[in-house]
């Protein structure tokens, strides 16, 4: 299904008076080129939307569907679509390997090159067992001590990059779930070791052009160890596979209260952060919608990104992702919020005034470093964000389109009340 573009110029006609008075008092508070700047990188700006986020995701109580759930990855495609057409933010899926294995490569890049979609970082899954496989991931896969596990987790990972590189992806996700459950369990060292040479084969099968990107996570699926649970190694790993490595910070895989904007400063200074995944959470990995939790949180991290990709130009171009669940909202409903917040955060970090702030801290002139810091964080960015989807053929408001066409009441007709989405 597609929206009528006729439909959203009409809604987007429709609140044209205030939205022009918002923006002339932006234009008055700030420059208006300055204003312009700030339009221009909100539209470039994209996001992937990964393909298991489409459907209604669960916990390990339970799961409940949210009716008209895409059924097969070309209907998770074409929700990302209808997503991208109300936000024009959301260019890029990032799929899911086995969950989401296209059975037809070149339709499947056609629809999403009709969509204006492009194939961001792949994601492989060593973190359950795959229909028979020969091996279990029961007791780790990179870093198994079974060398058998090992050689099926790398070769999935070979696998992973081959389906990428038919659709035009440049990059593989490796998040691992190995751990430890009890202390002893495994040995620590054993474990890491394993880990780096699984990564240094599976690195030794990447394209020239692409990012091999490293997740780091503190706990769960084990609650004693991770083998990757923190920044630092993720990092060491990536230095020691080579140049085409870097760390991926996920929000939501911190130890509650780590200061994430200097985790995101420092891999920035030494030119690693390759990929960023956007969540929220209260306790852990909650995978919540995207600022619903702690939105000044959200956008001091966007500070350090925002001065990272103004000054450390030997950092690459981040993969951006969104990496939650919805358990009690309709998927598309929750992305369009999350999506929104993630703009926002983007936009105020943008309005930051970069010369004061230097110049403040230079004079260590603390509360008016925390002035200027907060005079961005307390202006209603919304205006820019609606402009720059105004020029870009988006709705102004996406979620008030997505309600007012209802579109959700249309793929029920469409796909069924009981479907549930492929893959999670
Ligand atoms: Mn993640």
Redesign the pocket.
């Known amino acids: 299904m597609r929206i009528d573009q006729q439909q959203i110029t009409e809604v987007n006609t429709r609140n044209n008076d205030i939205h022009n008075r918002q923006m002339d008092i932006l234009k008055q508070l700030h420059s208006g080129s300055r204003i312009e700047g700030i339009i221009g990188k909100l539209i470039e700006f994209q996001v992937a939307l990964p393909s298991w986020a489409l459907g209604a995701g669960g916990t390990r109580f339970g799961r409940f569907s949210y009716g008209g759930e895409p059924g097969s990855l070309e209907q998770k495609i074409e929700d990302i679509g209808l997503i991208h057409q109300l936000t024009r933010t959301a260019g890029a899926v990032s799929l899911h390997i086995p969950w989401d294995i296209p059975d037809d490569i070149p339709a499947v890049k056609e629809l999403a090159d009709s969509l204006d979609i492009t194939f961001d970082a792949m994601n492989s899954n060593t973190f359950q067992d795959h229909e028979g496989a020969a091996q279990s991931y029961r007791n780790g896969s990179l870093s198994s001590v079974h060398e058998a596990a090992r050689e099926q987790a790398v070769e999935h990972n070979r696998e992973v990059i081959r389906i990428g590189e038919n659709l035009g992806s440049k990059g593989l ?1 490796v ?1 691992l779930a190995d751990g430890a459950s009890f202390p002893g369990q495994y040995n620590f060292q054993t474990a890491l070791k394993h880990t780096g040479e699984s990564l240094k084969t599976i690195y030794a099968a990447l394209p020239d052009d692409w990012k091999m990107l490293i ?1 780091y996570k503190p706990y769960e699926p084990h609650f004693y160890s991770t083998v990757i649970q923190d920044w630092g190694t993720s990092l060491m790993l990536a230095n020691a596979c080579g140049e085409k490595a870097f760390t ?1 910070v ?1 929000l ?2 911190h130890l509650p209260n780590t200061n994430i904007e200097q985790i995101v400063a420092t891999l920035m200074a030494q030119g690693k952060l390759g990929g960023f ?1 956007f969540n929220d959470s209260k306790y852990g990995d909650d995978d919540l919608t995207v600022g619903s939790v702690k939105p000044y949180n959200l956008f001091l991290i966007f500070n350090e990104l925002v001065y990272g990709m103004e000054n450390n130009a030997e950092n690459p171009p981040l993969s951006w ?1 969104i ?1 939650a669940s919805h358990n009690i909202k309709d998927p598309l409903e929750d992305l369009i919020q999350s999506l929104e917040a993630i703009l926002v955060a983007y936009a105020q970090a943008l309005l930051v005034d970069r010369e004061a702030l230097s110049e403040a801290q230079q004079y260590s002139d603390v509360a008016q470093c925390q002035e200027i810091l907060q005079e961005a964080y307390r202006t209603d960015v919304r205006p820019l964000l609606r402009e720059s989807r105004l020029r870009s053929g988006g709705a102004m408001y996406p979620l008030q389109v997505y309600r007012d066409l209802e579109i959700r009441k249309k793929l029920i007709r469409e796909r069924g009340l009981k479907v549930r989405a492929t893959g999670l």
């Open positions: 996700t998040w997740e991926l996920d939501g895989h995944h992702m990496d």
